[in-house]
């Protein structure tokens, strides 16, 4: 088994460098970078004895630096993966958990979340059905698998009602919705 490789020392440069590439490749939270820079810092106080409130004093003033810059900023991030979950059929719950869960302040969240309208939770109730085959877009019309795909819209958030709702459309109906 291959040994882990000893970090190397962390300085404010490379720290920057880090977060730098980090938001190269994807989005985050401030509350993500945060975690991920943090990790960085207890490798190097852990390998080197590295005073770690100095290197989380320069975590913060980097933050808040990719802040000022407009680098990180959790109103967009929470915009941009809103509408990204929304495309893939999350109910307003997986939202907001996913939402917490990367970091975002609730009531960012709950911003975000009241600038949709309110058809966003029925369309996005049939892009769950679609994508699992259920409901008016099941192949073959099966008896008794109305429990188990309610079952599998509530599990992912959507109240029953939106979900009874969703599931009795049409197949035209279905379609029409989401090309609104």
Same mark, same amino acid.
């Given at each position: 088994m291959a040994s882990r490789r000893t970090?190397?020392?962390?300085?404010?440069?490379?720290?920057?460098?880090?977060?730098?590439?980090?938001?190269?490749?994807?989005?985050?939270?401030?509350a993500r970078l945060r975690r991920v820079l943090v990790r960085r810092v207890d490798a190097a106080v852990e390998a080197h004895g590295q005073d770690r409130e100095e290197l989380l004093g320069w975590v913060e003033a980097l933050l808040d630096d990719f802040v000022r810059l407009g680098y990180l900023d959790d109103a967009r991030f929470a915009a941009l993966q809103t509408r990204a979950l929304r495309a893939r059929?999350?109910?307003?719950?997986?939202? /907001?958990?996913?939402?917490? /869960?990367?970091?975002?302040?609730?009531?960012?969240?709950?911003? %975000?979340?009241? %600038?949709?309208?309110?058809g966003d939770e029925l369309r996005a109730a049939v892009r769950h059905l679609r994508k699992r085959r259920h409901g008016p877009f099941r192949r073959e019309d099966r /008896?008794?698998?109305?429990?188990?795909?309610?079952?599998s819209l509530g599990r992912a958030g959507f109240g029953y009602d939106v979900a009874a709702k969703a599931w009795a459309l049409s197949l035209e109906e279905a379609e029409a919705l989401l090309l609104e």
């Open positions: 970090p190397r020392p962390v300085t404010e440069a490379s720290l920057r460098e880090a977060a730098t590439r980090y938001l190269g490749d994807r989005d985050a939270s401030r059929g999350a109910s307003r719950r997986g939202i /907001e958990s996913k939402l917490r /869960e990367r970091g975002v302040a609730p009531e960012l969240v709950q911003a %975000e979340l009241a %600038e949709r309208p309110d /008896e008794g698998d109305r429990a188990k795909e309610l079952a």
